[in-house]
């Protein structure tokens, strides 16, 4: 096979499994945090290989949130920021293997986003290549 067969199905491989991850992404419904019996809603955030899962989450205001976020096993580093300023939450932690847990409890509605903040160098930020996910409080 010449180097322009090789090129092509490089090619539509490389587009096939684009089109995969894209979609896996979005075809992911919204997480709606359970209320456990003690009155708190617990949610757990799992990072990878640029991207969280869920990557939505919805809570409800006024009720305490107890969020988990860790990563999966790998060695690129990855972190958990929630910053906004305006709802009264300021959450940034380094992931880890282990969960780590943030307790807080969501007053103002809105739509709020969480990322990876690493960037390496020269190269895309991990939240540009798509490690990045909304945070939704609702009445």
Known sequence: MDSKGYWWRGSVLLLALLGV?????ADEP??????????????????????????????????PVELSVQME????PHSF?????QA????????????RVLR???????RYPFYCAHKLLFFASHRQRGMEGIFEVVD
Do not use: N, W
């Open 73 to 76: 096993q790998g060695m690129i």
């Open 104 to 110: 807080f409890v969501p007053a103002v509605t809105g």
């Open 21 to 25: 991850a894209a979609s896996g992404r």
């Open 30 to 63: 919204p997480y709606h945090a359970r209320l456990d019996s003690d009155g708190v809603q617990r949610v757990q955030i799992v990072g990878g290989s640029y991207f969280f899962r869920p990557a939505h989450v919805i809570v409800k205001a006024g009720v």
């Open 81 to 85: 920021v929630l910053e906004a300023p």
């Open 88 to 99: 009264g939450l300021a959450l940034r932690t380094e992931l880890a293997v282990q969960p």
